[in-house]
């Protein structure tokens, strides 16, 4: 049987050519005037999923960049209103300077007058606010932190904890500060400590007036069930982590499913990968943490999480007395120069690191010029002796309180760093997300003329086609 396209079939397809040309060319020319070459998700489906999830990625580091404005805004206030208090403290140590050589009443009393002052600039300080939020009431924003401060009562009305920015896989930023760690730090025999690495003053009373070098060191770290890892060959001195068994935890990912390859992570941190040659892998935890770990022996298809204890030391006398940590609440380190009694909480002792211990100050921010304020009074009719001790007694206090200032400043503007740091690593990621979906979604204008032209072309020729067919005369018939 013999087959035979007649002209009517040549025509049809001719035409269902063009149509097909004419459609390609309509959807080349949407991406050019849209500027999207993904205009509908059957344009590309495995491309819009990338559009679609960039998408949400680039919403979701605008509203952590928008937390972190709003946060560092925070901070930078309340960090001025702290520099203001701090600097009420020099002036009231300046006049505590000049009332001790006075003996005018009528000096003393403008003396008087001055600290009454500084407590209603100090209670101004303490309340303030930033967008309509109180700076110093930790989480309850919306309460005022103090209340009788200008008449010598104090009284603490906010949080006992502090708020803090969360972001997904970043270290908590303290924004408001509760008004207790920052006017009125704790006293009678407790430490002031520096550094976040969970040690805390104990539950005994401290003695001794001098400031210490508070120095934690690792020892040992041992790793719970039958994982197959052990410590690195730095482990002793390299780790950084501290704390009973389950503290810290590694998370062991053996993907080889023989031991020989996979990935481990500290405490939640970003995953390493391993193989069993590594004899002294550093693994590093979202905090900066640290542990050396042999991954030589991992269990063969290992997967879940591994428990760890680190076994630490502490000394006052650069290193000469090294006394084992106990985690207990109440550890105590003796140092003879100089002299100081010194208790200790470790129960929360978290990661090593090289401390500043000093006595706190007897009394907080507020009391520091009430004590004065009465000292320069003399209500109690002391004598010449007694109240120069108390001058003294008021010298040391405004001393602390100052210090303690300097020490939220410092730590305030440590804080403001974590922020920066943490906004130019979300607008770089940002920025990739940005760039992944401008790559995926944005036409390619070169490509698409390109590929219009192409269409054009092939269109022209289905029509010549057609006309040449359509071109029929008598000697087509001879």
Same mark, same amino acid.
């Given at each position: 049987?013999?087959?035979?396209?007649?002209?009517?079939?040549?025509?049809?397809?001719?035409?269902?050519?063009?149509?097909?040309?004419?459609?390609?060319?309509?959807? *080349?020319?949407?991406?050019?005037? =849209?500027?999207?070459?993904?205009?509908?998700?059957?344009?590309?489906?495995?491309?819009?999923?990338?559009?679609?999830?960039?998408?949400?990625?680039?919403?979701?580091?605008?509203? +952590?960049?928008?937390?972190?404005?709003?946060?560092?805004?925070?901070?930078?206030?309340?960090?001025?209103?702290?520099?203001?208090?701090?600097?009420?403290?020099?002036?009231?140590?300046?006049?505590?300077? +000049?009332?001790?050589?006075?003996?005018?009443?009528?000096?003393?009393?403008?003396?008087?007058?001055?600290?009454?002052?500084?407590?209603?600039?100090?209670?101004?300080?303490?309340?303030?606010?930033?967008?309509?939020?109180?700076?110093?009431?930790?989480?309850?924003?919306?309460?005022?932190?103090?209340?009788?401060?200008?008449?010598? #009562?104090?009284?603490?009305?906010?949080?006992?904890?502090?708020?803090?920015?969360?972001?997904?896989?970043?270290?908590?930023?303290?924004?408001?500060?509760?008004?207790?760690?920052?006017?009125?730090?704790?006293?009678?025999?407790? *430490?002031?400590?520096?550094?976040?690495?969970?040690?805390?003053?104990?539950?005994?009373?401290?003695?001794?007036?001098?400031?210490? =070098?508070?120095?934690?060191?690792?020892?040992?770290?041992?790793?719970?069930?039958?994982?197959?890892?052990?410590?690195?060959?730095?482990?002793?001195?390299?780790?950084?982590?501290?704390?009973?068994?389950?503290?810290?935890?590694?998370?062991?990912?053996?993907?080889?499913?023989?031991?020989?390859?996979?990935?481990?992570?500290?405490?939640?941190?970003?995953?390493?990968?391993?193989?069993?040659?590594?004899?002294?892998?550093?693994?590093?935890?979202?905090?900066?943490?640290?542990?050396?770990?042999?991954?030589?022996?991992?269990?063969?298809?290992?997967?879940?999480?591994?428990?760890?204890?680190?076994?630490?030391?502490?000394?006052?006398?650069?290193?000469?007395?090294?006394?084992?940590?106990?985690?207990?609440?109440?550890?105590?380190?003796?140092?003879?120069?100089?002299?100081?009694?010194?208790?200790?909480? =470790?129960?929360?002792?978290? =990661?090593?690191?090289?401390?500043?211990?000093?006595?706190?100050?007897?009394?907080?921010?507020?009391?520091?010029?009430?004590?004065?304020?009465?000292?320069?009074?003399?209500?109690?009719?002391?004598?010449?002796?007694?109240?120069?001790?108390?001058? &003294?007694?008021?010298?040391?206090?405004?001393?602390?309180?100052?210090?303690?200032?300097?020490?939220?400043?410092?730590? #305030?503007?440590?804080?403001?760093?974590?922020?920066?740091? *943490?906004?130019?690593?979300?607008?770089?990621?940002?920025?990739?997300?940005?760039?992944?979906?401008?790559?995926?979604?944005?036409? &390619?204008?070169?490509?698409?003329?390109?590929?219009?032209?192409?269409?054009?072309?092939?269109?022209?020729?289905?029509?010549?086609?057609?006309?040449?067919?359509?071109?029929?005369?008598?000697?087509?018939?001879?």
């Amino acid at each position: 049987m013999t087959f035979r396209i007649t002209p009517h079939r040549q025509y049809e397809l001719g035409q269902a050519r063009s149509q097909a040309r004419y459609a390609q060319g309509a959807v *080349l020319q949407e991406q050019m005037s =849209t500027g999207f070459r993904i205009n509908r998700p059957s344009d590309d489906p495995s491309g819009q999923k990338v559009v679609l999830d960039q998408s949400a990625l680039i919403q979701q580091f605008t509203t +952590q960049l928008s937390s972190i404005d709003t946060a560092r805004s925070t901070l930078s206030n309340a960090q001025t209103q702290v520099q203001d208090a701090q600097q009420l403290i020099v002036k009231a140590k300046d006049i505590a300077l +000049q009332a001790r050589q006075s003996t005018e009443p009528s000096e003393l009393d403008v003396f008087s007058q001055q600290l009454d002052s500084i407590l209603d600039q100090l209670s101004d300080i303490a309340n303030s606010k930033s967008n309509g939020q109180y700076l110093f009431s930790g989480t309850q924003i919306g309460t005022a932190p103090f209340t009788g401060v200008e008449t010598g #009562q104090a009284a603490y009305q906010g949080s006992s904890q502090p708020a803090q920015i969360t972001l997904p896989g970043h270290p908590e930023i303290k924004t408001y500060y509760t008004g207790t760690e920052v006017f009125q730090p704790s006293t009678s025999g407790a *430490l002031a400590i520096s550094g976040n690495t969970g040690m805390a003053s104990g539950a005994g009373t401290s003695s001794g007036a001098a400031t210490t =070098t508070l120095l934690i060191q690792h020892t040992a770290t041992t790793y719970d069930g039958t994982s197959g890892i052990q410590p690195g060959t730095d482990s002793a001195g390299g780790d950084t982590v501290l704390g009973a068994m389950g503290t810290h935890t590694l998370t062991i990912d053996d993907t080889s499913g023989d031991g020989s390859s996979g990935t481990v992570s500290l405490n939640g941190g970003p995953p390493v990968s391993y193989s069993n040659s590594d004899s002294n892998l550093l693994i590093t935890g979202p905090h900066g943490e640290q542990v050396y770990v042999d991954t030589q022996a991992i269990t063969a298809g290992f997967y879940g999480t591994v428990d760890l204890a680190s076994q630490g030391t502490l000394s006052i006398d650069g290193g000469q007395t090294q006394i084992p940590i106990d985690f207990s609440n109440d550890q105590v380190l003796t140092g003879t120069s100089p002299a100081v009694v010194q208790h200790f909480d =470790t129960t929360a002792l978290k =990661t090593t690191g090289t401390l500043t211990v000093a006595s706190a100050a007897s009394a907080d921010v507020f009391q520091s010029i009430v004590n004065l304020k009465e000292t320069i009074e003399n209500a109690r009719n002391l004598s010449p002796a007694d109240l120069d001790k108390a001058y &003294d007694r008021n010298l040391n206090n405004l001393d602390a309180a100052g210090d303690h200032l300097l020490s939220v400043i410092g730590d #305030q503007s440590v804080d403001l760093e974590h922020l920066d740091t *943490l906004q130019s690593r979300i607008q770089a990621l940002q920025l990739n997300a940005q760039t992944l979906l401008g790559n995926t979604q944005s036409t &390619d204008y070169a490509t698409a003329v390109t590929q219009l032209q192409e269409q054009q072309n092939l269109l022209q020729f289905t029509f010549q086609t057609l006309t040449t067919m359509n071109s029929i005369n008598i000697l087509d018939f001879l």
